[in-house]
């Protein structure tokens, strides 16, 4: 059985600041890695998708990156901003395609 | 949010009463989801579904059921509610197996 966690559970960093949130996985057979973002009170919003065949994924400010072997993900983020303040999920896809495994979540404050 | 929307965002139930939570799409997606999320446990799949009257059971699907009638609402039924199942429930939709877009969640609690 597939499972996710992620580290920290929380974070708080100065606005400006660069910061790399973790992900890991236990089994390596998966079809992607998904990142979200969730904001208080709020459904989830996709941010990067990395195939499983890919290294890294980039959105404007946001990389992530997948390292199958090791079981890791890491989504970093440049320049943060109080916008950026929200729990951030990773996710893996089975191979089936069926079921994605989320992690808890970092919630991640961004001061001003 | 693909067009996703979820009825009713809040309720209140007792224990041992039916419930049923809808989700309506407007982006005509194939695949349908209905996640828990709640503290210590992240977001945990309970049913999805790969069309009309295709359902499957996913990792927490005990106490729950789910209909799919129309490729537009996917309807997540409690038989009788029980304390356990005080969660957010949310729905998600996809027009690929691996691309999900969530709505913004029902809160419902089990007195």
């Known amino acids: 059985k597939q499972e996710v966690t992620q580290i920290p559970a929380a974070l708080s960093v100065p606005e400006g600041e660069n910061l790399v949130l973790n992900c890991s996985f236990t089994?390596?057979?998966?079809?992607?890695l998904q990142w979200f973002r969730q904001d208080p009170g709020k459904g989830l919003t996709s941010l990067l998708l990395i195939q499983s065949s890919q290294r890294e994924q980039t959105s404007g400010r946001l990389n992530a990156s997948l390292d199958k072997s090791s079981g890791r993900s890491t989504l970093y983020i440049a320049a943060s901003q109080p916008g950026d303040s929200a729990t951030y999920l990773c996710?893996?896809?089975?191979?089936?395609?069926?079921?994605?495994?989320f992690g808890e979540g970092t919630q991640l404050t961004v001061n001003p | 949010d693909a067009g996703i929307t979820q009825s009713p965002r809040h309720k209140v139930t007792e224990t041992g009463t039916p419930v049923t939570l809808r989700c309506h799409q407007t982006e005509n997606h194939r695949y349908m989801y209905w996640y828990r999320q709640d503290p210590g446990h992240g977001l945990r799949l309970i049913h999805y579904?790969?069309?009309?009257?295709?359902?499957d059971k996913g990792e927490v699907s005990d106490g729950y059921s789910v209909s799919r009638s129309k490729t537009e609402d996917f309807l997540l039924t409690l038989e009788s509610a029980t304390s356990s199942q005080t969660s957010v429930y949310f729905c998600?939709?996809?027009?690929?197996?691996?691309?999900?877009?969530f709505g913004p969640g029902t809160r419902l609690t089990v007195l």
């Open positions: 579904s790969y069309g009309v009257k295709d359902t």
């Open positions: 998600a939709t996809g027009s690929q197996v691996d691309t999900q877009y």
């Open positions: 089994d390596s057979a998966i079809y992607n």
């Open positions: 996710a893996g896809l089975e191979t089936s395609g069926s079921r994605l495994t």
